[in-house]
């Protein structure tokens, strides 16, 4: 229980519970956490420190939530290192753990996962029509994937589809 009766916001020992297990159902960063919490009522003082609490005793890891939601975003949703990159940081997650998450995605995985992407969307386009390249180009990268990358996967996958040096 979170609230007292009489409508008081809760202590701090109360703050630290319902924190600890709000980060205990799965990976958080400090800034949902510390959201979650302000809407909870928990005055800033004691979001603070409990913030600092969570972190020593292991609750938030920013490295680790940094990692564990590149990958689920890459192999769960498919999203490309541009969106990943995007959404770590608009969660304010420092620098050098949003680098260190990316490059822990396996190159030869994210290709193959971008030439699929490419491939069932030129497949539900139909006909190969010489607007295709530019809407497949929009689709993968709206799902977060490096324009020359792209690029050159499109030409692949459409010089497989039509048998054609070029399209």
Request: proline share 4%.
């Amino acid at each position: 229980m979170l609230r007292k009766q009489t409508g008081e916001p809760p202590d701090a020992a109360q703050a630290f519970r319902k924190a600890a297990d709000y980060c205990a159902s799965q990976e958080r960063c400090l800034e949902e956490t510390r959201i979650k919490m302000k809407q909870w009522g928990i005055d800033d003082a004691v979001i603070g420190s409990t913030l600092d609490k969570l972190t020593e005793e292991g609750f938030i890891d920013e490295q680790r939530f940094a990692a564990a939601f590149a990958r689920g975003k890459f192999r769960m949703l498919r999203w490309g290192k541009i969106k990943i990159s995007l959404e770590l940081r608009l969660r304010k997650i420092p620098a050098g753990y949003v680098t260190k998450a990316l490059n822990e995605i396996d190159p030869a995985e994210y290709s193959g996962i971008l030439k699929l992407l490419i491939q069932k969307k030129i497949k539900s386009l139909g006909d190969v029509t010489p607007d295709t390249e530019n809407k497949v180009m929009k689709y993968a990268i709206g799902k977060g994937f490096e324009p020359e990358l792209v690029r050159s996967a499109i030409k692949e996958c459409i010089r497989q589809t039509t048998g054609y040096p070029e399209h």
